[in-house]
Structure formats: structure tokens, C-alpha cells
């Protein structure tokens, strides 16, 4: 895990456009982390369930975001919890939660799985295309530091899915 990590955070440091597979709930912390972290302005999270343990255990990097001056960060999920309430209460103007029917989420095309995401402005994200084993601990998706053209799509696939709201 170790090596995991100095990957990690050499690639969001650097800003590197390079994928770094995600097979376990500990890989996706410390790549949320580093997006969170590495963020300027803007980071956008599309989170069918919006896991109160794992944001929780964030909560420290969504709070220094969002004290940067002029930051927003923007949900899309599927149903409120106590965290999201907390957060609302707590960054008010800042903060920006949608919810949508499950049904509206979007899917990986190859595996027909709801898809999860987190992507920010300066070129990052990370893409879940499978959270079905994740009280396993779980997970399959991959992130990159600095990526344009797909941070871009995920950007523009997020705006697009609030205009359903």
C-alpha cells in the first residue's frame, strides 16, 4: 500500500496524465483524497449512494476546499443522509447537492453497472464503473491526475444530468 500511495501522490503532485487502476476502498480514499486536495476551484462528485463512511473520512479535505476562496462543490446522488445535511448546513453558498432518481444515473456502457465519479477542474478524476462488491471492500475503477479531453467529458455528462434535475 505504501508504493500505492507514493504513486498516488507523485502523479497528483506532478499532475500527471497517467491512469492508476482502483481495486479497493483504500485506493479510491487516497485518490479522492489527492483530487480533493489538488483542486482549484471546482470538484463535482456523482455518487449513487454518497457512503457516509467514506465521505466522513474525508471530511477534513472537503472542508479545506471549501475554504479556499470562490471553491464550489457540486453532488449528484440518488438520496440525502445525515452527512450531506451536515455539509449543506456547514458550507451553505458552497455547496451544491442534487438529488436524482436511480434510474437517471448514468452506466458503463460495457458492464450496464451505475457509474460513480468524482472530477475537478484542474483535469482530474476518478471513474467507478463497478461498486457491486464494495462491503467487500471492493471496487473497479482507475484515476488520472490531468486528463483534458476526459475530464472534460465527465464535466460536460455531469452539467447534463443537472439539467434533468
Sequence with gaps: MKNYERIVKEAARKRL???IPNSTLMHAYLLV??????ADKEVRILSSKFNEGFYTSLFNEIK???SKKDSKLYIITTK????LNELKNFFKDKIHIHIISKDKMPKDI??????????TDTNGYRYEYDDSDIEYGIVEG???FNNEKEAKYLIK???ELLKEV
Design 142 to 144: 482507475f484515476a488520472n
Design 64 to 66: 479545506n476546499f471549501l
Design 110 to 119: 460495457k458492464r450496464g453497472k451505475i457509474v460513480n465519479y468524482i472530477v
Design 17 to 19: 496524465d497517467k491512469r
Design 157 to 159: 455528462n455531469f452539467k
Design 80 to 83: 440525502e443522509n445525515k452527512l
Design 33 to 38: 483524497k489527492e483530487l480533493i486536495n489538488n
